[in-house]
């Protein structure tokens, strides 16, 4: 149980496009997703959380106009890289939990964006 | 301070010998505790995790936390060549009580030696 699947696993976009990346819970309703970034030897950065139905919570420095993040259903939540450009590459990562304290996270397989 | 400190390695250890995995917290009040393994290039997985004082046991892991000493340990027995990765801590819940995000430390790396 407990699996979170990203898609798509690996990107390559040209400068100025948008990129869209999809995180789902397959086996559980995930009341909060949240959304990181991980440069190459580097640890992992939360950029949002996002909960079903209402607005993501940013981090501080994180391009809320940027980074776009939908949360549309309990079992799905999406972040969209608008104008990506060659400093936004990196390893995405979503992660879900059922809601409560107590409850774990966790992770997808992760996004790896190149933009050229 | 930082929020959650690991010593960052390279910590190695023989094939077959015990791990020993640290991790200080700063927030007196967080309530849950994670020990997260990453291979490189690949997302987090959740390998334990613990709410109470004391140890608690999976397999070849124990947990250990010390809500008094904010310390929470992680100990891999008969250490395999597949342990090896980074292991990253993960705390929840005081300042950031009914916020669920999680305050990570930077990872040790374990390097288990055949």
């Known amino acids: 149980g407990a699996v979170v699947s990203q898609h798509p696993s690996r990107v390559i976009c040209k400068s100025g496009t948008s990129v869209k990346i999809e995180c789902r819970s397959l086996?559980?309703?995930?009341?909060?997703m949240f959304w990181y970034r991980q440069f190459p030897k580097q640890s992992l950065m939360l950029m949002a959380t996002s909960n079903e139905g209402s607005k993501a919570t940013y981090e501080q420095g994180v391009e809320k106009d940027k980074f776009l993040i939908n949360h549309a259903s309990l079992t799905l939540s999406t972040l969209t890289v608008t104008s990506a450009h060659p400093e936004d590459s990196s390893f995405y990562i979503c992660?879900?939990?059922?809601?409560?304290?107590?409850?774990?996270?966790?992770f997808g397989p992760g996004t790896r964006l190149t933009v050229l | 301070q930082k929020e959650v400190e690991q010593n960052s390695g390279p910590l190695s250890v023989p094939e077959g010998a015990i791990a020993s995995l640290n991790c200080t917290y700063s927030d007196r009040g967080s309530q849950s505790f994670f020990w997260y393994r990453q291979y490189s290039g690949k997302s987090p997985e959740l390998i334990m995790s613990?709410?109470?004082?004391g140890d608690k046991e999976d397999g070849r892991f124990t947990a250990q936390l010390n809500k008094a000493s904010q310390y929470v340990s992680l100990l891999i027995r008969d250490s395999q060549p597949s342990d090896s990765a980074t292991y990253l801590c993960?705390?929840?819940?005081?300042?950031?009580?009914?916020?669920?995000?999680?305050?990570f430390g930077t990872g040790t790396r374990l390097t288990i030696i055949p």
């Open positions: 993960a705390v929840r819940g005081g300042s950031n009580f009914g916020n669920e995000k999680l305050t």
């Open positions: 086996d559980f309703q995930a009341t909060t």
């Open positions: 992660s879900a939990s059922e809601g409560p304290l107590y409850n774990e996270q966790f």
């Open positions: 613990i709410y109470s004082n």
